[in-house]
Nanobody, 125 residues
Framework: VQLQASGGGLVQPGGSLRLSCAAA????????VAWFRQAPGKEREGVSH????????YYADSVRGRFTISRDGAWNTLVLQMDSLKPEDTAVYYC???????????????????WGQGTQVTVSS
C-alpha cells in the first residue's frame, strides 16, 4: 500500500489549492481515508475524513465550509479542495488511510495504517 500526496504550493490569502493523494495497492473507495496537517511548532491535526460505505464526510471546525474532501474512483485518488485559504492553513498536509472499516475516532492518528509523504501548503501575501 502506498500513498503519494501532491498539489501543495504557495498561494495568497483567499486563494485556492487542490491537493491529491494517489493510492496504490488498495481501492481508495473501500478504505477510510483522511487528510491531516502539521503547522510549524504544532502537533499534527486532523483536517477531514471520509468513511467507508456511504462515504460520510467529517471536517475540523477550522476548515468546515472552506475545504471539501472527495474520492475519485476512476483515478484511485483522494482529493482535498481548499478554498478561501488563510495564513493559518499553512502546514504540511498528509493523506492517510485506515483499513476497510469504520473508525472510532477519525481524529486519532493511531487509527490510520498508511501515510503519504506530505505536501507543503503556504498561504502568504
Amino acid at each position: 500500500v502506498q500513498l503519494q500526496a501532491s498539489g501543495g504550493g504557495l498561494v495568497q490569502p483567499g486563494g485556492s489549492l487542490r491537493l491529491s493523494c494517489a493510492a496504490a495497492g488498495f481501492a481508495v473507495e473501500d478504505y477510510a481515508v483522511a487528510w491531516f496537517r502539521q503547522a510549524p511548532g504544532k502537533e499534527r491535526e486532523g483536517v477531514s475524513h471520509i468513511s467507508i460505505g456511504h462515504g460520510i464526510t467529517y471536517y475540523a471546525d477550522s476548515v468546515r465550509g472552506r475545504f471539501t474532501i472527495s474520492r475519485d474512483g476512476a483515478w484511485n485518488t483522494l482529493v482535498l479542495q481548499m478554498d478561501s485559504l488563510k495564513p493559518e492553513d499553512t502546514a504540511v498536509y498528509y493523506c492517510a488511510a485506515a483499513g476497510p472499516r469504520y473508525l472510532d475516532d477519525w481524529l486519532d492518528e493511531s487509527e490510520y495504517d498508511y501515510w503519504g509523504q506530505g505536501t507543503q501548503v503556504t498561504v502568504s501575501s
